[in-house]
């Protein structure tokens, strides 16, 4: 029989986490990739990987290998991006081999097509399609379901900030958004974003300012779509570090301005460069002491205000146990939701910031309710 789990795309930064996750969740896996020596070469740099239960595939990718490689799983985890590139052939093999599909994207343009093309076929299968199984952006939602526990708020400000730099797969995908348009949910609709828009925002313990922007529309506006309690829902994220951001913006003013006016291939050579000059290589394992980040949720209403403020570290290593606790938690019992659904209503905020806790990602919350 197949491992009830397969990590597709292992050999990369996230991947890697994941694995090292299913092992302390006594998941047996198969770390898949295109290259299986660099898989192999991966795993075994996985702390403690001598006590977990795996083994190792290569597979192309084509949706008639990854079906093969993917029957007989319980889930698949996906880190292969830009998913907007890449996603649909992993989505469509899941859904052929009968296997619930997860995935790592902060792409609001891939979210958006995923929900769009596959969550009605998912849904007739009972299974579960989520994009997004990522600290960026589900610790925001958390904090968000945490506001919304009060009756009455119809209105989310959503800010999600971290400090360090990108993967170089998270790079590639920050590029790769700019072709795409951007939107935030006003009164249930879509209303798109002008992609040089910027927040002048407040760092918690520090003097200075930072800089955010709506960074690709995120995924919150997808997620909090036809949401009964939430009528409008605009976010925006970004690093500590605001020279970084401010490279981020002239970046996308550059792209406006020069690169959205070519040919489409044209487009995507020119973004590739600028990604790989950007973050070419594969950036050190996170240090608790160094990477933080928080998220901070305003959630309104015509008399009422909540404000829910998440403080934690290590952004992919939250990524990593997120993928690895939603996979077992899909080996054990049915998700919450089938179809298409985000992290938290397929499996529970409160669950979700309880196993981030007990892993000592986050601290509590800090809610101050106003009505």
């Known amino acids: 029989m197949a491992k009830p789990v397969v990590v597709y795309g292992a050999s990369g930064y996230t991947g890697r986490l994941i694995c090292e996750y299913l092992r302390e969740y006594h998941v047996p896996f198969i770390a898949a990739g295109r290259n299986g020596k660099r898989v192999e070469e991966v795993c075994q740099g996985v702390p403690g990987i001598e006590i977990a239960d795996y083994e190792v595939a ?127 949910l006003e009164q249930n609709t879509y209303q798109q974003w002008d992609p040089l828009t910027t927040f002048n925002v407040v760092i918690p313990g520090q003097n200075q300012t930072g800089l ?20 409008t829902v605009k976010a925006a994220s970004g690093v500590y570090d605001k020279t970084v951001m401010q490279g981020v913006v002239e970046t996308t003013k550059m792209f406006q301005e020069q690169i959205k006016p070519l040919p489409p291939d044209e487009q995507e050579q020119a973004l590739a460069e600028i990604a790989n000059s950007v973050q070419a290589g594969m950036p050190p394992r996170e240090n608790p002491r160094v990477n933080t980040m928080f998220d901070s949720v305003w959630a309104s209403g015509p008399l009422g205000r909540v404000h829910c403020e998440l403080y934690g570290n290590c952004n992919y290593k939250q990524t990593g146990l997120l993928q690895a606790f939603a996979a077992y938690s899909l080996t054990q019992q049915p998700p919450r939701r089938t179809g298409f659904a985000s992290a938290c209503q397929a499996f529970g905020h409160r669950q979700l910031l309880g196993v981030l806790r007990n892993f000592g990602y986050l601290l509590q919350p800090i809610v101050t309710v106003h009505q």
């Open 212 to 231: 955010a922007l709506p960074w690709g529309g995120t995924c919150h506006p997808v997620w909090f779509k036809d949401d009964p309690r939430v009528a």
């Open 58 to 184: 290569e597979v192309e990718d084509n949706v008639a290998a990854l079906t093969e490689l993917f029957r007989g799983a319980k889930a698949v985890c996906n880190t292969v991006g830009p998913f907007i590139a890449y996603g649909d052939t992993a989505v469509e093999a899941a859904l052929a081999a009968g296997c619930h599909y997860l995935d790592t994207t902060g792409e609001q343009d891939w979210v958006m097509h995923a929900k769009s093309r596959w969550s009605e076929k998912f849904a007739e299968a009972r299974l579960l399609l989520a994009p997004g199984v990522a600290q960026f952006y589900t610790t925001g939602e958390i904090a968000a379901n945490i506001c919304l526990e009060t009756p009455g708020l119809d209105t989310l400000d959503i800010l999600d900030m971290f400090n360090g730099l990108p993967t170089y797969a998270s790079t590639q995908t920050i590029f790769t958004i700019l072709k795409a348009d951007w939107f935030y």
